[in-house]
């Protein structure tokens, strides 16, 4: 990736950008695209497209210990390895280098390279509706959205367009359709299951995930090959990431610098023109601090890792941290739960299989409180995401058998399976937060950050319904050997954080307004997951994508005003 650069101090931009992941890649292209010269900062290694992606093409048999992580990467990153194997552990940071304090446990997934997440997201790409912008007013649950569907409905599509999502229409309005490539098909048994639900629940389908895998070229990448190897980094550009796509597009304008090996300590505040006016950066290798400047500042950084910048940049107008006036940010943190679901066995379609590894399962939009007084003890509502496969030989190998039978029995496809469970909202409660620890620092001289959260009796009693229903479908579709389940897994292990600067209408109550502008300085913004306002319970990162898109162009017509 050509343009990156070793700038020194005092180097003056149009903008900076901090952080290089989903939202990240998108203001630097989005600006650059507009004419900005614009600084593109990321704490962590330049990894190139193709170049960089050393494991894409391994066997298992490549790997010294296979796909299995050996005991000093479990000890040294105790969290990280949790989610990752050898195949992609490179993508992600090493724990022990990179601490931080838990509170109660929570799983804080983190990629410091350029493209940061994007090469190891879920690419699963849904809208958000009036259904949940509207939620928090309905509910007088924490503040609400200072926007509605309409405002970032014609950027869904906009990105939706550039970036490729293959997908399904079903004209849902808790689930808006957008604009899709060709969707990949349903297997026999997630048909079946399908058939089942819609004859036995009129309340509910089951369709084909919406996914940034290209099932056709598209933009010059892809087609994705089917090897559901993403989060090794694609070759073929099979899915959207900044590495791919937004970063390359961005360089093409020849407005952008990118910098790695840049963590940014602080926003530099101009007190006597209430402005940001450039950040202060700790070269990760070197120790060295060096100061770089703008008129407008975009934080991308993710949403844990952007509120503690704000946090840290404090001064005589903000001592309690930059943009702290409501008292709001660090509060807030919100992640989905994924614990709860069920998985049962299907003695039919003994003469079906499939070839290939579809990049993705299937999805049961969300069913539950779509209409007032349901009657149900919680509030707000999941989607249901899952697959079907048939039985393989690692489902079996434990099994008893000797010689030539046991072979056969191994290398035989059982029977056909269903794992399904629910992604379900978490509401914005105050006390999950994160603060800083100004006596405990990281080698690079920053306060280490502390996560206090919890999932609470609302998100509770949502996984006792999402394992009873999931098993309920399973019953009327003919399943046996069904299992409900509740795997109980801690806040972080869905990897969507999200919330601790939240977008609002009253900047007494609020960090951002509804065009992700600092309420108190105007020409800061912050698009990643930080502004989330609250959770609902699709997968976000298309929702950052949108808000990111029309924060720029927010943003340079203000800066074309002079009003910021």
């Not at 009129?202 to 190897?229: E, F, H, Q, Y």
């Not at 379609?349 to 779509?370: A, H, M, Q």
Request: charged share 20%; hydrophobic share 30%.
């Amino acid at each position: 990736m050509a343009g990156t650069a070793s700038i020194s101090s005092n180097s003056v931009f149009d903008a900076i950008v901090v952080g290089s992941g989903i939202s990240g890649g998108w203001a630097a292209m989005e600006l650059c695209k507009k004419g900005l010269k614009t600084l593109l900062l990321d704490r962590g290694r330049n990894v190139e497209h193709i170049t960089d992606y050393t494991t894409a093409n391994l066997n298992p048999w490549d790997f010294e210990y296979r796909l299995n992580n050996s005991p000093e990467y479990k000890a040294n990153s105790p969290v990280q390895s949790t989610g990752t194997t050898p195949g992609n552990a490179h993508f992600f940071v090493n724990d022990k280098e990179h601490p931080y304090i838990q509170q109660k446990p929570f799983m804080w997934y983190r990629g410091y390279q350029v493209g940061g997440r994007s090469l190891t997201w879920g690419r699963q790409c849904y809208r958000l509706s009036d259904l949940d912008f509207e939620a928090n007013l309905k509910d007088g649950i924490a503040v609400d959205w200072p926007i509605r569907y309409k405002d970032i409905a014609p950027w869904y599509s906009y990105v939706e367009q550039y970036i490729g999502v293959s997908g399904k229409k079903e004209n849902l309005h808790q689930l808006p359709d957008g604009e899709y490539l060709p969707p990949w098909d349903l297997n026999c048994i997630e048909q079946h299951l399908d058939n089942s639900i819609r004859k036995n629940n009129a309340d509910r389908l089951l369709t084909i995930a919406r996914v940034a895998n290209l099932s056709k070229g598209w933009d010059s990448r892809g087609p994705c090959m089917n090897r559901n190897l993403c989060s090794r980094g694609c070759p073929f550009g099979g899915y959207f990431s900044s590495n791919s796509s937004t970063i390359p597009a961005a360089m093409h304008t020849g407005n952008l610098t990118l910098r790695p090996f840049s963590t940014v300590a602080e926003v530099l505040y101009d007190e006597s023109k209430q402005r940001a006016k450039g950040v202060r950066v700790i070269d990760t290798q070197t120790h060295e601090s060096f100061e770089f400047f703008a008129k407008v500042v975009f934080l991308n950084a993710s949403t844990i890792a952007t509120t503690s910048i704000l946090l840290n940049s404090k001064s005589n107008r903000f001592p309690t941290g930059m943009g702290n006036d409501s008292g709001e940010l660090g509060h807030n943190l919100m992640d989905h739960h994924s614990s709860a679901g069920a998985s049962g066995k299907y003695q039919g379609f003994k003469d079906s299989y499939y070839k290939g590894r579809r990049p993705c399962g299937f999805l049961i939009p969300r069913y539950r409180n779509l209409q007032a007084n349901e009657g149900l003890d919680y509030i707000r509502g999941f989607n249901t995401q899952g697959h079907g496969e048939r039985s393989e030989w690692p489902d079996t190998m434990n099994g008893e058998g000797f010689g030539v039978d046991f072979k056969k029995q191994l290398t035989t496809p059982g029977p056909w399976t269903v794992w399904m469970a629910g992604w379900g909202e978490c509401l914005p409660y105050h006390e999950n937060k994160i603060t800083l620890d100004n006596s405990l620092k990281d080698k690079w001289g920053i306060p280490l950050i502390n996560i206090d959260f919890s999932f609470k009796e609302n998100e509770n009693k949502m996984m006792d319904d999402i394992s009873k229903s999931s098993g309920e479908m399973l019953d009327a579709a003919g399943f046996t050997d069904i299992n409900t389940f509740n795997y109980h897994k801690p806040g972080g292990s869905t990897v969507h954080e999200m919330g601790t600067a939240r977008m609002g209408r009253d900047p007494k109550t609020s960090v951002l307004n509804g065009n992700n502008q600092l309420h108190t300085v105007k020409n800061l913004f912050i698009t990643d997951g930080s502004c989330m306002t609250s959770s609902a319970s699709q997968n976000p990162s298309l929702t950052y994508m949108a808000l990111t898109a029309r924060a720029c162009n927010f943003a340079v017509n203000e800066l074309k005003k002079g009003n910021i």
